[in-house]
C-alpha cells in the first residue's frame, strides 16, 4: 500500500489519505486541499478507473 501511495501525485495521495484514513467527506477534502469540488470527485473517479477492482471512489457521498 505503501508504494502505490508513494506513485501517487501529491494531490491524490492526499485524497486519498484525507477520505480513507481521516474519513473525511469530498467536500472537507476540497476545502483542505483548496481544490474546487468538481476536481476533488474526478480525481476520485481517475483512481478508481485506475484501480477498478479496489472499488475505491465508489461510495454515495460524490456529491459533486
Known sequence: ?????ADLDPDHR???LL?????LPYEE???ILDLPLRTTGRIVVSL????P???????ADAAW
Open 48 to 51: 478508481a478507473d485506475d484501480a
Open 53 to 59: 477492482l479496489t472499488g475505491y471512489g465508489t461510495d
Open 14 to 16: 492526499n485524497i486519498v
Open 29 to 31: 477534502i476540497a476545502d
Open 19 to 23: 477520505r480513507d484514513v481521516d474519513g
Open 1 to 5: 500500500v505503501q508504494d502505490a501511495l
